[in-house]
């Protein structure tokens, strides 16, 4: 469907690199993707509210391609055509902290 609604010939899928912030509040975890303005999802753990704000950004990019609006490629929204994922394979996102910038070669 994403596809034939954004009008991209040759693939079945676009892979999307899409980084989310989930934090703490009260008692539940909120959940939210700096890319998607409005979209704020929240779980009672954090595995929850990861669900839910994957779900709202498949919501989101649906409403994108039904109203033909473009994708907020940025900082936030990273899109690899030509990565592949074999079959049966999970695609995530991992956030490393390094321990100094003095150690990472940055001045």
Do not use: C
């Amino acid at each position: 469907m994403f596809r034939r609604l954004f009008g991209h010939k040759g693939r079945e899928s676009l892979t999307l690199k899409i980084f989310a912030v989930i934090e703490p509040d009260e008692g539940r975890f909120h959940a939210f993707a700096p890319a998607f303005k409005g979209l704020h999802v929240d779980g009672k753990d954090e595995q929850e509210a990861i669900r839910n704000l994957t779900n709202g950004i498949g919501v989101y990019l649906e409403s994108l391609a039904i109203h033909k609006e473009p994708l907020p490629i940025g900082p936030n929204l990273i899109v690899h055509e030509d990565v592949e994922i074999p079959q049966g394979a999970f695609l995530r996102s991992v956030t490393v902290e390094w321990p100094s910038l003095q150690t990472s070669g940055i001045s």
